[in-house]
Structure formats: structure tokens, C-alpha cells
């Protein structure tokens, strides 16, 4: 009889095998699993998925069963294609995904700063400009100093208070603080030290925009100082080496700034006295870059620096009266009559001599050479009323009052070129007698502030309510506007 028992072994550990590579099989190798012969269950042409799971592919296309039940990814590719954002150090630098200078600048900002300068770069900035294109915000200057940041943010929260109209104000007061504190410690460095590590083009776009702020946004308020931050920005103006050195050096944003400054500083000269701080020669120079007006492409209309230089020379010739530097001349005064006398398009400006329809108007140019036009009549409404001192119902005043209102209301909706005629708005505003053209300077400066919410149209709306109100008959030109005070910018 046969022997059964066991004889008893030692039983050593053994490890498990490592995975099986993936060979090719036929299906019919399953079958030969229960003949102790290990099972690859991995098909010839199987999915990554599947091949990765080490489970049969049905081999369906574009996706498999398997697939298709778990939610997974189907590639049939040859080879996997997994896409990386990290550079490679053997990677030629043009395939290499590097952040641009503004998202490296950027990343340390808190999301309240981001938000902030979104907000400025997309609601307020479009807003100087009657462009349809403004030029583009310097963000990497802006985000290269602090005390640059810190004004754009102020800018912006100041303004979105103005829009929402629920925010407190407490907050851009405080940043407001924070910083004039941060202006004042670059120019403390500038007096301790030589002053060549002070960011003079980035210090001027912030204190400029420290001007708007308190012009446009904040002139209502006690704590508006427009005239210290005008002051400022003329004095780094010579720090840098007079206007006509940052009107080539600088950066089309700074050009822009720097044309509107010019404008509300002639404007402020012209309603509450003195002499401007550039000279009528600086403005052709001024609109060779970026400016805050529209020009005309085929330059076949009067650009609005002309009559801007035009009206620079009265403002200067005035205060060269009032100081006794000249005498009062009829000669000089037909001359600006004459270089200010409004003109109008003529049927040669058209491409060919067959009207096709309105199509083929540009209406941006018609809208930009209202503008000038308008500019024009308040020109020539200064020149009697200030420099001649006609009464304001005198008939070569009133021939200018109407013209110059229908140049702003026929401004077809919704061109930005209203949003840059408050100045003459007002100036014929003030002059207006008829009801109904009052009712239309209302509509006008409602529609001004539901789109801007600038304080600055509601200071020029008080001031017409005052004339309005009153017999302002007997008035002369500078008494006219003492209501506006002195920290509002018009544009």
C-alpha cells in the first residue's frame, strides 16, 4: 500500500511578483488560466485607460465600454499626451510658457488691489478720453511703485463709492491718507538723498491722478485740495525737465494726463481768473501724442488744440491787461474774433461728388468737430463777456449761446464726446434765456452723471440752478461762477 503522508517542509517568505509587462495576447490565453498558466488580460490596441487599470479594452471607439461607465479619459493614441505649464530647462525659450511682467508683478497683490485696479483700468480710465480706443493704462509702472498703486486704487474705490451710492466712504478716506503719507515720503527722499532712486514719471501719473481725484470725484468735499495737487504736479514737471521733456520722454498715458491737466488748468484760468500754466505754443506740441480729444483721421477739420492755443492766447493776453503789462486793444481783439470764428465742413471733404447716404459719414469726426466747434462758441462768449465786459444779454453774446448748445445736443447717444463738453455746457448754460434750452442743459447734465457720476457735474448743475434762480442780468463774467469753488475741475 502507497504511502500518503506528507513529509513536513520548511516554508520560506516569498515575495510577489512584479506586475507582468504588457505583452501581447489573444484572447484565447484566458482560457489557459486554470492550467496554472498566469493571465494577461491586457488586448492589443487597448485605451490608456484601460492599459493603465490592467483590465480588457472592448476596444470601442471613440470611447470605450469601460470607459464610458467609469467617466474616463479614452485615448487610443499611440503614445499619451500629457500637457505641462512648467517649463522645461532643455526646452527652447519660444516653446517655454513664461508669465508675462504684469502677472509676475501682480501675484503679490491681494484680490481688493486686483479688483481695484480692474475696476480703474475698465470703468474709470475709458472716462478721460472721448476716444473710442483710449490708450492702453501703463500697468507694469503702475504696479513697479507703490505710491502709483496706491493712488489708482484710491481712484478707483472713490469712484465706485460714487457709482454704488451705498458703500461708506470711510475706507477711500483712509487710503486717501495712506496715500499723500506715501507722496510725501518720496519727496522726503528726494531731500535727504540726490533724488536719482525717486520714480519721477511714476510720482507725476500719481499725483495727477491725485488731481482728477479731487476734481472730478471729491470736489464737493472739505477735503479736496485740487490747487496743492496742481502745484505739485507743475513742480515735478520742472523737476523733470519742463513740459516739453515729458511730452517726449514719456508714456502715452502720461501724454494723455498731461493734455487733460493742461485743459482744466486753462479752464480754471478762464472762470475764476490768473494766468494758465502752459503757453499758447505748448498745445501744438501737445497734440502730436496721445490727447483726450478725437481727431479726424484725414485731418480735414480744425483740430481742437488750435482753438484750445487760441484761447490760451486770450486767457494770457487778460491777465497782461489786468497786470498793466498791456493795453487793451480793438485790433487784438478782431484777431482772436477771427482765428475763433466757428467753420463748417464743406461738400469737398467728400470722397467723390455723390452722396450715397449716411453710411458713409464717419460719424466719430463729426462728433469730435462738434466738439471743436463748441469750444469755439465759448471762446468767443469769453472774449465779449470777460475781455470786452458786454453784458451777458448782449446780441454778439447771444449769437454764440444757441450754436454752441446745439453742437453738444446733437451729438448722437451714445458717443463719448459729451462726456468731455461740460465746459462748454456751462458757459452757455449760464448765458441761456430760453426755458426750454434750460430743460435740455437738465437732461444733458443727468445723462453726464448717471454715466460718469463725476461730483464735478453736480457742482456745474448747482451753479446753473443759482444763475437760473436769479437775475444774473448785471453780473460780469467771473462773478458768474463763484459758486463752483475753486477745488472743481471742468473739462
Not at 495576447?25 to 493571465?39: A, D, E, L
Not at 479731487?214 to 470736489?219: I, T
Request: net charge neutral.
Amino acid at each position: 500500500m502507497e504511502d500518503l503522508s506528507v513529509t513536513p517542509r520548511s516554508i520560506e517568505p516569498q515575495t510577489s511578483p512584479p506586475p507582468p509587462p504588457l505583452t501581447q495576447t489573444s484572447p484565447s490565453s484566458s482560457s489557459s488560466s486554470s492550467m496554472g498558466v498566469k493571465r494577461i488580460r491586457v488586448v492589443e490596441g487597448s485605451c490608456w485607460s484601460c492599459r493603465k487599470r490592467r483590465i480588457k479594452c472592448d476596444l470601442a471607439k471613440p470611447r470605450c465600454e469601460r470607459c464610458c461607465r467609469v467617466g474616463a479619459t479614452c485615448e487610443y493614441a499611440a503614445r499619451p499626451i500629457r500637457w505641462c505649464t512648467k517649463p522645461t530647462a532643455a526646452a527652447p525659450a519660444r516653446f517655454q510658457v513664461v508669465p508675462s511682467a504684469v502677472d509676475q508683478l501682480a501675484a503679490p497683490l491681494g484680490a481688493r488691489e486686483k479688483r481695484a485696479l480692474t475696476y480703474f483700468a475698465g470703468r474709470f480710465w475709458p472716462l478721460l478720453t472721448t476716444t473710442p480706443d483710449p490708450c492702453a493704462l501703463p500697468m507694469v509702472l503702475v504696479l513697479e511703485h507703490r505710491v502709483l498703486l496706491l493712488t489708482a486704487c484710491l481712484v478707483a474705490d472713490t469712484h465706485r463709492v460714487l457709482q454704488d451710492g451705498r458703500n461708506s466712504r470711510k475706507g477711500p478716506q483712509l487710503k486717501r491718507l495712506e496715500c499723500l503719507s506715501a507722496v510725501r515720503s518720496q519727496l522726503n527722499e528726494d531731500c535727504s538723498s540726490s533724488g536719482d532712486e525717486v520714480p519721477w514719471t511714476g510720482l507725476l501719473l500719481a499725483v495727477l491722478l491725485l488731481y482728477f481725484h479731487d476734481g472730478y470725484l471729491e470736489c464737493a468735499e472739505k477735503s479736496a485740495s485740487t490747487a496743492s495737487h496742481h502745484a505739485g504736479a507743475n513742480a515735478i514737471i520742472e523737476r523733470l525737465g519742463g513740459v516739453e521733456v515729458v511730452l517726449d520722454t514719456g508714456p502715452e498715458a502720461l501724454h494723455l494726463l498731461v493734455s487733460e491737466f493742461a485743459s482744466t488748468d486753462l479752464t480754471t484760468a478762464m472762470l475764476n481768473g490768473g494766468r494758465p500754466s502752459f503757453s499758447p505754443q505748448m498745445w501744438d506740441k501737445i497734440d502730436r501724442r496721445s490727447v483726450w480729444w478725437s481727431r479726424d483721421p484725414n485731418a480735414r477739420f480744425l483740430s481742437l488744440a488750435t482753438v484750445l492755443g487760441c484761447i490760451s492766447s486770450m486767457v494770457h493776453y487778460l491777465d497782461d491787461v489786468n497786470s498793466g503789462l498791456v493795453t487793451h486793444s480793438d485790433e487784438r481783439v478782431r484777431e482772436f474774433e477771427m482765428a475763433l470764428t466757428p467753420t463748417y465742413a464743406g461738400f469737398s471733404t467728400l470722397s467723390c461728388g455723390v452722396y450715397t447716404g449716411p453710411e458713409d459719414e464717419d460719424l466719430e469726426a463729426v462728433h469730435a468737430y462738434a466738439l471743436t466747434r463748441s469750444f469755439q462758441h465759448a471762446g468767443l462768449i469769453y472774449l465779449y463777456r470777460a475781455i470786452c465786459g458786454l453784458p451777458m444779454d448782449h446780441w454778439l453774446v447771444q449769437q454764440h449761446v444757441l450754436p454752441c448748445l446745439d453742437c453738444i445736443l446733437n451729438v448722437k447717444r451714445p458717443s463719448k464726446v459729451v462726456n468731455c463738453a461740460l465746459f462748454p455746457l456751462l458757459v452757455a448754460g449760464t448765458h441761456v434765456q430760453s426755458a426750454r434750452h434750460q430743460r435740455e442743459i437738465v437732461n444733458v447734465l443727468n445723462l453726464l452723471h448717471d454715466r460718469m457720476k463725476f461730483a464735478s457735474v453736480q457742482s456745474v448743475s448747482a451753479v446753473l440752478n443759482d444763475i437760473w434762480n436769479s437775475d444774473p442780468g448785471n453780473m460780469a463774467w467771473f462773478e458768474m461762477f463763484t459758486g463752483l469753488g475753486t477745488d472743481a475741475a471742468v473739462l
